[in-house]
């Protein structure tokens, strides 16, 4: 496999393969997600799918084709994905009357149904989600970065006013954080988009971005709040308590496939995939060793052990019908899958009466291998798991903050983008915003909630600083 | 609402809508799915994914979007498809040099998929689903029934020989009809579609048949083994044992939302909806009644008892914040929507320490309607339902028994199928299942699997029958 210091984006395309989590689609741009892979993305989307449902929202479905007058309806949104759309002309043997387009996202077809939905002030808020397929033509794909077709979440809510729509955007945003943290141990740095990087219709646009080990930025999921564009466009409109007719404020929000890529491009190492806990298809894999009769009675004890292990409902694997392949291979094999910790059994471990237990980096100094106990090993993987899991968040955070300075002139900002992230004072405009893209390009990726409250000179233009604070500016995926 | 006795089709589509199952959606034959029916979906979703994943498939994600070439290289599935395919000719503002096929079924893209996968017979059986929407031009939609687009499972398996892929295919057939009456309480009909009725490709087509409230069948859920057909047109090969290359056998088998509309003609009445337990998104709706401060006592009063009922594990919803509806208007509208069972809360109730607990149908003589001591209620309602949905099926069997008859003359056949399901002799020649069809409307449905042995005189054509059964005849959705 190509090393990452070598050529980052071959690594990322080589591994992807290699580790079996997806392969390229018959159609240039598309996918096939495979087992390994969507297993990932089934554990996200379980996580994801209860804060949803449990803050309030309800699955629907709406359909895959919008006619294209929809998607015209609200000026900023056509202009912004007419790029990118793919359109049904025909169908059922026949030339469609108006061309069909494959949605690229569903604020047009949902905006026309929560206006049929929504009399009063009664029927909202109104908490709309639905977990779909989207396409949009990518002209350089990536798999699950950017892909023809993706699959996502797409939220879509209705409120009376801004401050409800608004708290509406933010519990998004911080849901996406969490699941970002929790299950992907992306440190992702959460806080809004300047203004030339808002969602087309949009008001405000909030963003988490994590940074991915080549020091590049990846947006892993957005929260917009619409204002009443989209609710203008289809006339979504309610009778308020006094009787008056009102439009309402819209959201919509979205995390998709490209989280898988982040969690390759935050964790991956130069033997392949590193997979948080949380998300691994496989949290532990047991190998057992030997040849012959002192392989059967390895695999007959690994099966034992694993189903110990599952017992504690660990997601475990045991490789014991594979006798065609060295341990060496083995080994090799999960650790560029990623797996996060590996069991070995063998002959000697089994007449110890222990385990060697190994996990897929050494999460502190020394601690990567060790023997345990064989009836200890089932009762102590979940806590060596979470400890996995943190490690991997901790560390994570660590390489963001390494690979991230406050700079404050132009020479110094060209110089931190080129391998990181600037903190940086911005005059806010955008033909500013463009220089800086040209020569570095960096873009602004989001305007930290968190941050302090700070002004100064714009780095590139020397105007006075807009925001109130320091933007992180970086190149992105 | 539309008797079903006056005419079960204009019943069917407004309680689809009025029961806020579905709404047209805007492009003609495709269908938004609302929350409430959404729900019923997820619900049928989680248990037939358990049962996939616990029989040892994994789940995958193949992209919509098909080249054209694909389709063509089975000659009977490109013919038995291409009427109803939609086609996208533009994208990313050009036109396409090849056009693409929105995928009415992926056996072409998944086949081309296992070719690459598949080397040694140790990689057999490769067993793998998708949760996918498919498009498929309808000329006649009808929600849930036949839409444009539809959600479904549609899994695929390659198997070293026949003996394995039959046995892959009877499980799928077992797992739905299994699904269809424990959870649907559909007393659905399994066995083998005549030729004439194949899939477009298949070697043979297994399918569930359920009888709906007017008498026609609907087709639930079909198994495909497709032999070799599509292992050569993909070249699925793998080496055996001795080192030949060697075709796979390969499996198809799909269940969609089709079964919501299912379920709502199996149990529906003149009322609107009646679900049963295991598929309804609120299994128990508590009612409180009363005006101003009864009505407020009343309330909170619902909302412990809600709480109390959620407790057990039962999908409750407590209507406690419409005080501008009376308690008739909501009685009325959760019985049309189908509701298992509903609690009423008034003062004299809480006076007396009871509820009045209303089944959406008396399941036995005067058990419709009974008071039961407040503190039992929740203990009380999961044994409740579990009948209710014990009752459902019998029904359902019953109604299925009383409007099916073994036939044997034209004349008799005739007037069974004009109300139901016949079981009769047939020579088994697709000319003869035609003239059937063009004087009847009536098809074979299915060659049920658990019929006796018999022969006699095709009752159409006087020639020995095939099959060495009776074969069930009726119109169909």
Redesign the interface.
Known sequence: MTPQSEDFSAWYNEVVVQAQLV?R???RG??????YG??M??LLQADLDRRIKDAGH??????????ES?LKREAEHVEGF????????????KELEE??I?RPTSET?IG??MA?WIDSH?DLPLL?NQW??V?R?E?RPRMFLRT??F?WQEGHTAHADEDDAMRETMWALDAYAAVARELAAIPVVAGEKTPGERFAGAVRTYTIEGMMRDGRALQAGTSHYLGTNFAKAFEIQYQDEAGKLTHAHTTSWGMSTRMIGGVIMTHGDDKGLVLPPRLAPYQVVVVPIGRKEQGEQAAAEARRLGAAIKATGVRVHVDDN?P?LSPGFKFNEWEMRGVPIRVELGKRDIEAGVATVVRRLPTVEGQGKEQIPLDKVPEMLPGMLADFQSFLLARAESFREDHTAAVDSWDAFAAQVATGWARAFHCGEGACEDEIKAETAATPRVIPADAPEETGACVKCGNPSAYGKRVIFGKAY
């Open positions: 392969d689609g018959p159609v598309t996918m096939v997600i495979r087992p969507f297993r993305w089934e309800d699955n629907a479905c709406f359909p895959m084709l919008i006619p929809y007419s790029p990118e759309l793919a359109v049904v002309t025909h169908a059922g043997g061309p069909l494959m077809v026309e149904y049929k009664r709309l779909a397929n396409v033509w002209m023809t077709e699959l594979r065609q």
